[in-house]
Each structure stands twice: as structure tokens, then as C-alpha cells.
């Protein structure tokens, strides 16, 4: 039964699962996207996200939040500069999960996790569909054309 489970331990003990969300955490956020596997991709999601709402405030103290689940300077300050000025207006979803077949190895599910916002191909359609049908419905009426001059009545002027 899963009673109160809450954590994913991935097969590892603290100490050692901590560091490696810390180290895929970090690597999402230079890379802006990585391939691992489904379960740690689950678990990366909800150690990364609370970190990057948290940079949507730059203060000290929530820099110093995130330092301290981070553990790299580098990273921190990419997601305060850079990440945050990209999300700050969405209210949440920032990764997303894209599931990508077995690993030829061992046969274990494969996943490419992304920031949603660095993804061109799925944010090209979105940005072209700005203009809705309503707002052409009470506005002016197309201006009229102007009949075009052409040479033969400039000459005969």
C-alpha cells in the first residue's frame, strides 16, 4: 500500500537523491531541457518548480532558498536573470514532460523534460495567434483605396 507516501526515493537514500535533483535541477536550467527517465523526470518536477516561482521575487532571501537546494552559484543566478524575466507572467506549469520510448540497455522508460517557455516549435503557433474575430466585430470599417496614378495621367498634367 501507499500510505503517506509522498516521496519518490528513486532507489537511493537521502543524502544521495538530494544531490542528484540538486545536479538534474541545475542542468535543466543551463540546458533548458534534459533526457532522463520517466521517474526521475516526476521527481525533478517537483523539486524544481517551487525553486523557479520562488524566482519570480528577486530578494535575498529567496535566493538564498534557492542556493541552498541548488548548490550551484552559476545556476542560481541564470534562474534569477534570465529564467524568471521568461516566466514571470505564467502562474505555474513551468516544465514539461515529454515521454520518449525504452533505452535500449536496460528497457527503462525514457523522458525529455523542458522549460515550457524555451521551446520554440510549441510556442510558434501560440505567439502568431494574438488577433481574435472579436475584436474586428465593433471596429472601423477598412479604409477605402485610393485609385492609383499612373504614368499616362501624370503626363497629362
Known sequence: MRHGKKVNHLGRKT???????????????????????????????????PMITKSKVDSTHNRRIVMASLRQ?????????????????R?????????????????ADMAMIELVDYNEIYNADKAKK???????????????????ETKASNEEE
Open 91 to 107: 502562474p505555474g506549469g513551468y516544465t514539461r514532460i515529454i515521454k520518449l520510448g525504452n533505452r535500449l540497455g536496460d528497457n
Open 73 to 89: 552559484k552559476d545556476a542560481v543566478t541564470e534562474l534569477f536573470r534570465e529564467v524568471a524575466v521568461k516566466i514571470a507572467d
Open 130 to 148: 494574438k488577433t481574435t474575430r472579436r475584436s474586428r466585430r465593433g471596429g472601423s470599417k477598412p479604409a477605402e483605396t485610393a485609385p492609383v
Open 15 to 49: 543524502a544521495h537523491r538530494k544531490a542528484m535533483l540538486a545536479n538534474m535541477a541545475c542542468s535543466l536550467i543551463e540546458h533548458k531541457r534534459i533526457n532522463t527517465t520517466v521517474a526521475k523526470a516526476k521527481a525533478l518536477k517537483q523539486f524544481v518548480e
